[in-house]
């Protein structure tokens, strides 16, 4: 089993960064792939971003070139940086760790970009 805790969100401006964090901790030797979703209102739940364990990271295509997907091994974190938000980023975000054992979620963190 795993707990995931995400950090980070909040209000920006258009244009504008942030970077969101998601602490992992429990059965974290099982991960085989950590990802980042998001759920606007009144939207299915979203694939942002994914990063398996020794295999390359993937992006959503309305993402790519915008957002970097990163993990720090030492601290059990996995981040989303967030760079020129839209007002279409405007969702919560969450945390996604994928084991044999099923899928985990964090409880989410609201991102909400507006001028």
């Known amino acids: 089993q795993?707990?995931?805790v995400e950090s980070g969100g909040g209000l920006v401006q258009?244009?504008?960064s942030l970077r969101l964090s998601c602490a992992a901790s429990g059965s974290i030797f099982s991960i085989y792939l950590m990802a980042w979703?998001?759920?606007a209102?009144?939207?299915?739940?979203?694939?942002v971003a994914a990063m398996p364990r020794g295999g390359n990271t993937n992006y959503a295509d309305s993402v790519k070139g915008r957002f970097t997907i990163s993990r720090d091994s030492a601290k059990n974190t996995m981040y989303l940086q967030m760079n020129?938000?839209?007002?279409?980023?405007t969702a919560?975000?969450?945390?996604?760790?994928?084991?044999d054992s099923g899928f985990y979620w964090g409880q989410?963190?609201?991102?909400?970009v507006s001028s």
């Open 14 to 16: 258009p244009g504008g």
């Open 41 to 47: 209102p009144g939207k299915q739940r979203e694939l």
């Open 92 to 99: 919560v975000y969450y945390c996604n760790a994928n084991l």
């Open 108 to 112: 989410g963190t609201q991102v909400t």
């Open 84 to 89: 020129s938000l839209k007002p279409e980023d």
């Open 2 to 4: 795993v707990h995931l």
């Open 37 to 39: 979703y998001r759920q």
